[in-house]
């Protein structure tokens, strides 16, 4: 197939790597930042990593190539402020209390579940510890959900895509000002762009 025409919803902004220096502004609230935190790249896939060293998978990536070779990598270096600024501590013993309370809780309710149906089909009382059950695991789901949610520094700064060389990258910025920003602290290593041309698959 002939390549074709992506556009954007909005307007992206095109970074060469090697050139690109951002602005010691933090992306996500707009104020001075001096920390610095680093958004590595891979050929298929990105990842954020924060001071503490842990990476980060980006789930909006959407790369412009497939590729068969081992990845490359590239890096984004971006200051954050201390508000913004994420150590990880105890993070990954959350998110396995997390699995191991939704099993539990999951059991819980269905096991409740067939009490209350039950009770329904009886014209029987509602049973309240069924009725607990039901908001405990909603709760536990809820809990579940701030864990695995993308970060603020990965809903600021959006992996688009990267060209097949990985010269340059595809952004896109949740702060406006943050955008403008870089855009004027790199004029000749950065554009915004509405579309690219993708290879025909």
Known sequence: MSPQKQYFEEPVVRVELSKVRFPKLCPVCGVTASIPSRIILTSGRSKFISGSGRLYRNPHLRGMQKFSQPPEMRNLR?????????????????????????????????????????????????????????????????????????????????????????????????????QEAVLQENPMASELISWIIKPGS
């Open 78 to 178: 971006i200051f954050v402020c201390e508000d913004h600024y994420d150590t990880d501590e105890g993070e990954d013993r959350y998110k396995s209390l997390c699995f191991i309370i939704d099993g539990f809780t999951m059991f819980l309710f269905f096991f409740g579940l067939l009490f209350l149906g039950d009770a329904f089909s009886r014209g029987r009382p509602l049973p309240l510890w069924s009725v607990a059950f039901s908001v405990l695991f909603a709760i536990s789901l809820f809990a579940s959900w701030i864990a695995f949610r993308p970060k603020a520094l990965q809903r600021a700064v959006k992996i688009v895509g990267f060209d097949s060389s990985m010269q340059n990258v595809l952004l896109a910025f949740e702060n406006k000002s943050y």
